[in-house]
T-cell receptor
């Protein structure tokens, strides 16, 4: 069973540029969530994708956008990068079972983004 | 809105000593509670979760946590710490996001140092 993988591992961008981060879900999972983890902080929920549509969103501006593909892999796109976007970006995959309880999320190792 | 507080930013214990990491949550409904561990360069690994039932939950690596509704707490414990337990620990509550996604809201983490 292949776990969640993310690419690239590290990335350096300049303020104002655009970036795309990629995530491959764990085998059998149909849902992908993205989190931003600033230095010294806990992860913050950006959004979740299920059946190729955004399923929920945290308190992030529209310049954070995403895609989910038919094979359940996903991309996170950030436009007009700001210095505060420097963080570890974590992807988590899960299998959406329905019901009230959250599905168990499996996290990738993350992409470290530095904006200069 | 839900929130999680981890009052201890950094804890140091000696190998073999017992450990308790504190977590307090704020959530209006029945909480779904989690503890994750993050080692340097690694993603988050789920240690244990509480959804309902027995308030003492057993997890992996010898960890346990106790849900106390009256205190809005979900403290993590281990009777005897090993050097390999040195890592950052995050408490999280699962809740509905703006859509139908059940997002995780994390605390800011507790860094654990283990002395030989």
């Amino acid at each position: 069973e292949t776990g969640v993988t993310q690419s690239p591992t590290h990335l350096i961008k300049t303020r104002g540029q655009q970036v795309t981060l990629r995530c491959s879900s764990q085998s059998g999972h149909n849902t992908v969530s993205w989190y931003q983890q600033a230095l010294g902080q806990g992860p913050q929920f950006i959004f979740q994708y299920y059946r190729e549509e955004e399923n929920g969103r945290g308190n992030f501006p529209p310049r954070f956008s995403g895609l989910q593909f038919p094979n359940y892999s996903s991309e996170l796109n950030v436009n007009a990068l700001e210095l505060d976007d420097s963080a570890l970006y974590l992807c988590a995959s899960s299998f959406k079972k329905g019901g009230r309880a959250p599905d168990e999320q499996y996290f990738g190792p993350g992409t470290r983004l530095t904006v200069t | 809105a839900q929130s999680v507080t981890q009052p201890d930013i950094h804890i140091t214990v000696s190998e073999g000593a017992s450990l308790e990491l504190r977590c307090n949550y704020s959530y209006g409904a029945t909480p779904y509670l989690f503890w994750y561990v993050q080692s340097p360069g690694q993603g988050l690994q789920l240690l244990l979760k509480y959804f309902s039932g027995d308030t003492l939950v057993q997890g992996i690596k010898g960890f346990e946590a106790e849900f106390k509704r009256s205190q809005s707490s979900f403290n993590l414990r281990k009777p005897s710490v090993h050097w390999s337990d040195a890592a950052e620990y995050f408490c999280a509550v699962g809740a509905l996001s703006s859509g139908s996604a059940r997002q995780l809201t994390f605390g800011s983490g507790t860094q654990l140092t283990v002395l030989p």
